[in-house]
């Protein structure tokens, strides 16, 4: 019994310090996971200090929280276990934290075993841990270790598409979407982003992400995933109230492992390569949780509701749908016009970020934007060559960009928003290299809303 209370505690305190913890290698970005904020889940309420076993007081476990319902529901292992055998019945259980209306996903399913030679497409996106940073191999990677049960279990005549770039969030990956995903009308949708953090500008990022894949026409499923940091912090509390307001599945691959680590009954090591990358075992684990979702409903297709519900415009956007129409711009957009390059005059090319403004001489770029929201994603890279720039809007210094990485784990694209409004104008964009001693600087694509 202390040990269930003691696991519970310790999950409701990361869902209360949640933030995006960095990756170690070259493939996401790092960040300091001491730089998490404590936070209250809204609307949870507090039971009051409670008695364990000997009578000794605890602090008070919300007790009202999804995780906390599901960890009282499916509680830890009596005891030690070894995880790389494969997750228990009550992790599987525990990791379905937001169920949804599935009947999209049902529809889905049901269309493939009923026409087995007509081709399933599935996207992931997502960022290192979608790309399959750390598994031992390709058929390790959770992605592929899905489309293998697919293969095995509904129909060899499925496509799966792996949209994950390391190091990048739901902020370039809304802006993506239409052109890495949507563009191949996917029946079905997996998003997974570590690299967010727990706190609005992300949430409107998964608002609009998820708004922007539930309205295609051919009625996509979509499923989030939830992995987790080593010191337990995710974004997972922002992208619960996103899957709640619009009625679709979460997976937490979070809220499977956790617990068990807290109770003592593994450690993090046996699942997970780094602070943030699960191993091959750990890649297994997040595999079964999909499989084991998606073979719960097809197993039960004759009770399940498999008309896919439609996409009600009028639901409201829990933030807003601020980056509703996102789209990722290059040097040939109609969005963006390049006003006077100056010395940017090479074309970038950085994995998926492509025809892009670049400079090995500083100077400056003039573009006019047209849109709401204005971003760029530029270069990190740990050379010691590439610099800070200013960025003005409309006449006015709004930030400054460092894209020195020196030191760092290795090369990655970054992305900083530089403007914000409600309305859509057409903008006056100049960005200079400030640093004389580091010339270098990337544009490697702008975001527009």
């Known amino acids: 019994m202390k040990k269930i209370l003691a696991a519970a505690l310790s999950l409701c305190l990361c869902c209360a310090a949640l ?44 007790d009202d929280s999804p995780s906390a319902q599901l960890l009282s529901q499916y509680p830890v292992n009596d005891g030690a276990f070894d995880p790389t055998q494969g997750a228990t019945e009550n992790m599987l259980a525990r990791g ?92 079905i949708i997996f998003i997974e982003f570590i690299n967010d953090q727990d706190n609005e500008f992300y949430g409107a990022c998964m608002d609009s992400l998820v708004r922007m894949c539930l309205a295609q026409e051919n009625n996509p499923a979509v499923v989030i995933i939830e992995p987790t940091c ?100 290059d040097r040939d957009s109609e969005l963006v016009e ?29 573009m006019k934007v047209t849109g709401k929201n204005i971003g760029l994603i530029y270069y990190m890279n740990v050379d010691g060559t590439y610099g800070s720039v200013d960025v003005k809007v409309d006449g006015e210094s709004v930030k400054m960009i460092n894209a020195d990485f020196t030191g760092g784990w290795g090369n990655y694209a970054k992305a900083d928003e530089i403007y914000s409004s409600d309305e859509v104008a057409e903008h006056e964009i100049e960005i200079t290299v400030i640093d004389d001693a580091k010339p270098n600087f990337q544009i490697l694509n702008m975001i527009v809303s």
């Open 96 to 187: 379905i934290l937001n169920e949804g209306d599935t009947s999209r996903l049902a529809a889905k399913l049901k269309y493939a075993v009923d026409n087995p030679k007509e081709t399933t497409k599935i996207c992931f996106l997502g960022d290192s841990i979608t790309q399959g940073s750390s598994a031992d191999s390709s058929t390790k990677q959770y992605v592929n270790q899905y489309k293998t049960w697919w293969e095995e279990n509904v129909s060899f005549y499925v496509d799966v598409k792996n949209a994950g770039i390391g190091a990048t969030d739901s902020y370039i990956g809304v802006h993506r979407a239409a052109r890495d995903v949507l563009a191949d009308q996917p029946d």
């Open 338 to 366: 390049t006003v006077d390059e100056g010395t940017f005059t090479d074309v970038t090319n950085f994995q998926q970020f492509t025809n892009g403004w670049g400079t090995k001489t500083g100077g400056t770029i003039k």
């Open 230 to 329: 080593e010191d337990g912090s995710s974004p997972q509390n922002v992208h619960l109230k996103v899957a709640q307001a619009y009625n679709i599945p979460m997976i937490s691959y979070h809220d499977a492992i956790i617990p068990e680590i807290e109770a003592g009954n593994f450690e993090w090591s046996k699942l997970q390569a780094d602070v943030v990358h699960p191993n091959s075992a750990g890649h297994t684990i997040m595999a079964q949780l999909l499989t084991n979702f998606s073979a719960k409903i097809k197993d039960n297709l004759g009770s399940e509701n498999t008309e896919a519900t439609p996409f009600d415009a009028a639901t409201e956007a829990p933030y807003g749908d601020k980056y509703a129409g996102a789209q990722i711009c």
């Open 19 to 62: 933030t995006a913890c960095g990756d170690s290698d070259s493939s996401s970005k790092s960040e300091s996971a001491s730089a998490s904020a404590a936070r209250t889940d809204e609307g949870t309420a507090d039971t009051g200090d409670q008695k364990t076993d000997d009578g000794t007081d605890t602090p008070a476990v919300l």
